[in-house]
């Protein structure tokens, strides 16, 4: 707040773009709308390097990668935030970042591609835990929302031009381009970012002495997570071709992550322990839900309808911006914050199973548009409320913790949901028509976790 300078003057409101917090702002809108471009641009192409690099049986893990990379990014990062403040991992993050999409955009095959999403992944896993301690740190609590409004607002620009310009990039020059593209955006971006940064020491709170403070036992069970979701996805995509080997990398793999979440979570949040545990859930279940179709709708439209990549990306466009439609009007709300989170999960249900009807026959194709707008409203509205109560549940030396936990949830339940939807495809077949039958089966699946969304909202308060 800003103090009056005289006693009878009235007390000026905090504001995120005000003299105090605008440096701040704009450093972590400037990083958001990298991450932001490279979300909504790859997406698109990702169809094309599935066919060029021989990987379509990869589609899903190629989005898998990257996340369950970034899973363990978040807990390395958000221990390195508690102790060391958010400027360094931010920078780290970012550069990171670029040079996974360097990587990619010089994979000469699957594997290498691979390789580079999952250091994509390891930067902005990064990134985003340090950018929810930034906003934990410099802005008060009154001001948050508004901060986390911005922030799904970053992601506007990028939306309206991030698929067509990808999809026009892919058509005329070729995928690579769409990655190599991003890398001079990050220049003016980082130069930018240097002021910000230097705020980072000026209000670390001790680091907490709790078990999810301790680097080793926190770094192993990140490690345990996120190899336990790599081997169970794998074993999910390997039971219709090696069912006995498949089985075994499956139960390994879910004991391994069990175990990793037992501990990167809030004590019984396995459990769906009232409060901060469940809050800290449901965005994973937010990220399943929406993320799980929204990956694979490119790929259903050109394969099933015969869009263009352009064409196809204006699904992902509209709902973007119906996410921070729905983002900014959550920071407008004073109401129970349970009731939000309920109502924006309900909405993705409803709008998956709209979105479904785009591969059926005699049904065009653009019936995703509106319906993912409701879906990106949704995820603004409950999924950016999910976040705002969880910093507030959370004590200040464990806001590291609790924004890695958040984040974690978020990327493990992409990852899941995409990996398995990825398997599903792999199981159905590749021809259209069964494209088709493999994405009706997702969508039905993903609309059943955001119907549990919608039961377990009650138990975040």
């Not at 409101?13 to 972590?28: D, L, N």
């Not at 020059?173 to 980072?200: D, H, N, Q, S």
């Not at 809050?279 to 929406?290: E, K, N, Q």
Request: proline residues 6%; hydrophobic residues 55%; glycine residues 12%.
């Amino acid at each position: 707040m800003t103090v009056p300078k005289a006693p009878d003057a009235p007390l000026k409101p905090a504001r995120i773009f005000g003299p105090e917090y605008r440096v701040a702002t704009f450093g972590v809108l400037l990083v958001t709308t990298l991450i932001a471009f490279e979300g909504m641009s790859v997406g698109v192409v990702m169809p094309d390097v599935a066919k060029e690099l021989d990987a379509l049986d990869l589609y899903g893990l190629s989005f898998s990668a990257f996340l369950i990379a970034s899973l363990f990014a978040n807990v390395v990062a958000g221990l390195w935030s508690d102790r060391r403040g958010y400027a360094l991992p931010f920078l780290a993050g970012v550069l990171l970042f670029v040079t996974g999409m360097a990587l990619a955009g010089a994979a000469s095959s699957a594997v290498l591609f691979l390789v580079a999403r999952a250091v994509q992944g390891l930067g902005a896993g990064t990134a985003v835990v340090a950018l929810y301690v930034m906003i934990a740190r410099v802005y008060p609590m009154e001001v948050r929302p508004k901060a986390f409004a911005a922030v799904s607002a970053a992601w506007v620009v990028p939306a309206m031009v991030g698929p067509a310009v990808a999809g026009f990039v892919g058509q005329q020059w070729g995928w690579r381009y769409v990655f190599f593209g991003i890398i001079p955006l990050v220049l003016p971006a980082l130069a930018m970012l240097v002021p910000a940064l230097r705020m980072g020491g000026s209000a670390e709170a001790r680091p907490g002495d709790g078990p999810r403070s301790r680097p080793l036992a926190m770094t192993l069970a990140a490690t345990a997570a996120a190899g336990g979701a790599g081997l169970l996805l794998h074993g999910v995509d390997r039971l219709h071709l090696q069912p006995a080997l498949g089985a075994v990398e499956t139960a390994a793999g879910l004991a391994a992550l069990v175990y990793g979440l037992h501990r990167l979570l809030p004590p019984a949040a396995l459990r769906f322990a009232r409060g901060l545990p469940t809050t800290v859930l449901m965005r994973g279940f937010f990220s399943a839900s929406f993320f799980g179709v929204n990956s694979f709708i490119p790929l259903a439209l050109q394969e099933v309808k015969g869009f263009t990549a352009a064409d196809a990306g204006i699904a992902l466009t509209t709902g973007a911006l119906g996410w921070s439609a729905g983002s900014y009007l959550q920071s407008r709300q004073t109401g129970a914050a349970h009731l939000r989170i309920r109502l924006g999960a309900a909405m993705v249900m409803v709008a998956i199973l709209i979105c479904l009807l785009a591969v059926l026959p005699g049904v065009t194709g653009w019936v995703a548009v509106p319906a993912w707008i409701v879906a990106g409203f949704g995820m603004g509205f409950g999924m950016t409320t999910v976040s705002v109560t969880a910093l507030r549940q959370s004590p200040v030396n464990e806001q590291g913790a609790n924004s890695a936990a958040l984040s974690a949830t978020d990327m493990l339940g992409s990852a899941l949901s995409i990996g398995i939807g990825g398997a599903l495809i792999n199981l159905v077949g590749h021809a259209p028509d069964q494209i088709a039958t493999g994405f009706v089966g997702i969508s039905c699946l993903m609309a059943a976790v955001a119907f549990s969304a919608t039961v377990l909202a009650g138990r975040t308060r």
